[in-house]
């Protein structure tokens, strides 16, 4: 069960998308306590990892990551990934986007252990690449639709 300051990330973050006029619909058979896994018509599918932790650390389940790739390429749909942190201030979170697990705002390669993803902020991401709220992640995916 997530914990409730996730919960309330969660749901200022669906909020947004919301306010933008946009329905995303969970697919309930890649979400757990850790992860979102949502589908947004014309932009694909979106996994949503939190961090209450600063800086930024998040746990990805190869599998669970594997079983979303095989979908959105079966079904032609782009992969997004938003990593986000809850703000200190508890209002909304800063956060990372990433097409892939390679490419920016990756800046080291992010290895496996044990079938799982560790992502250390300070590590493995660019923090030039910050986006410092949830409106402006949301405003940058969204530009992707089509």
């Not at 650390?57 to 986000?84: G, T, V, Y």
């Not at 290895?111 to 949830?134: A, Y």
Request: charged share 25%; aromatic share 8%; net charge negative.
């Amino acid at each position: 069960m997530p914990d409730p300051a996730s919960s309330t990330l969660i749901q200022q973050y669906l909020a947004v998308f919301q306010d933008r006029g946009v329905q995303p619909e969970p697919v309930k058979e890649f979400c757990d306590d850790n992860h979102l896994v949502l589908f947004i018509p014309g932009l694909g599918y979106l996994l949503v990892a939190l961090s209450i932790e600063f800086p930024g650390l998040w746990h990805l389940d190869e599998m669970l990551f594997q079983k979303i790739q095989q979908r959105s390429d079966s079904e032609s749909q782009p992969l997004w990934m938003a990593f986000l942190i809850e703000r200190r201030d508890g209002r909304g979170a800063n956060g990372y986007i990433l097409k892939d697990l390679v490419s920016s705002p990756v800046k080291r390669e992010i290895e496996t252990n044990e079938g799982q993803f560790t992502i250390r902020e300070k590590r493995h991401l660019d923090s030039l690449r910050l986006i410092l709220s949830t409106e402006k992640q949301v405003d940058l995916l969204l530009r992707n639709r089509k």
